[in-house]
């Protein structure tokens, strides 16, 4: 990857190795879905400000009514299901261990992506670079396994649940959107994703809870505005310079943000499998990024 590609990769990962401690405070304020409500409407506001601004990436209706069925399913299956997924387990697990679980999507996105997207085979370095990074995250997950499994089963197999549904969605978005500018992909989806989290708001929140406390109302503007409206432009714009597999290696950089975060301001327990899971992601992410040579044509 080209050095610009890279800074971006890493300024993603970091941010939303942040929102797993912004979730996890604010999921005491708030429920889930009003969490992913407001998360949503701050993400799509501040996307609808910066597309208001630049004219140069709006795209006719005539195009953009060809592709209402896949934003409809990134809506759905890239912002409210596995938002709804991570602040719902947000109430039961550590955030360090959430984002730890979340470091799995480049593992389903590395399985399935070959079958579907044909610029995106397997290689050596793939296939040994995911698995030492997986191996990673697994060493990360251990302590939590040992001590907390039954307790938090159900919440992790929710994180599971949202990791696989954004590998879905990454391999979904390079088949079916390409051609659109990242910002408008972007908001595109986060405003489906408003929308049926909105909904569904109207129907299951009632009364509808709001925020009571200052620090919520930080933590679900940073949510929407640096984890949605920032990540995702960014996100989209390397997704088609990169392809999906190099672009899900960003989920392994969160677990160890949020293991960082989760134990400094949120009193988590620190175990020192973080530095070991944290040497093997690393490799990982570096290993996955080398290119074979081509044998020269005779």
Do not use: C
Not at 1 to 13: E, H, R, S
Not at 117 to 135: E, H, T, Y
Not at 156 to 174: N, P
């Amino acid at each position: 990857m080209k050095t610009k590609d890279w800074l971006l990769f890493w300024l993603t990962g970091l941010i939303w190795g942040t929102s797993f401690l912004w979730i996890k405070i604010a999921v005491s304020d708030v429920t889930p879905v009003m969490l992913v409500a407001f998360r949503t409407f701050f993400g799509s506001l501040g996307l609808g400000i910066i597309l208001f601004f630049t004219k140069s990436v709006r795209v006719e209706w005539a195009v953009l009514k060809k592709h209402i069925f896949n934003f409809i399913f990134l809506g759905t299956f890239n912002i409210a299901f596995p938002w709804m997924m991570f602040s719902w387990a947000g109430q039961f697990i550590d955030s360090g261990t959430s984002a730890i679980l979340n470091g799995t999507m480049p593992l389903f996105t590395i399985m399935l992506s070959p079958l579907f997207v044909k610029d995106d085979r397997w290689s050596w370095p793939k296939v040994a670079g995911l698995l030492i990074g997986f191996l990673g995250i697994v060493v990360l997950m251990s302590p939590s396994v040992q001590s907390k499994w039954t307790n938090g089963l159900i919440g992790q197999a929710g994180i599971l649940l949202a990791a696989l549904s954004y590998a879905v969605s990454t391999i979904f978005a390079r088949r079916r959107v390409r051609g659109l500018p990242a910002l408008m992909q972007a908001f595109l989806q986060l405003t489906v994703g408003m929308i049926i989290i909105w909904t569904i708001a109207a129907f299951t929140e009632r009364p509808m809870t709001f925020p009571r406390l200052p620090i919520t109302w930080l933590a679900l503007s940073w949510l929407g505005v640096l984890g949605s409206s920032v990540a995702f432009y960014i996100y989209f714009t390397i997704l088609h310079k990169i392809g999906p597999t190099r672009t899900s290696l960003i989920t392994y950089i969160p677990p160890l943000v949020g293991v960082v975060l989760g134990i400094v301001f949120l009193g988590e327990q620190f175990y020192w499998q973080a530095l070991f899971g944290a040497v093997l992601i690393l490799s990982g992410i570096s290993i996955v990024n080398i290119r074979l040579k081509k044998p020269p044509h005779p």
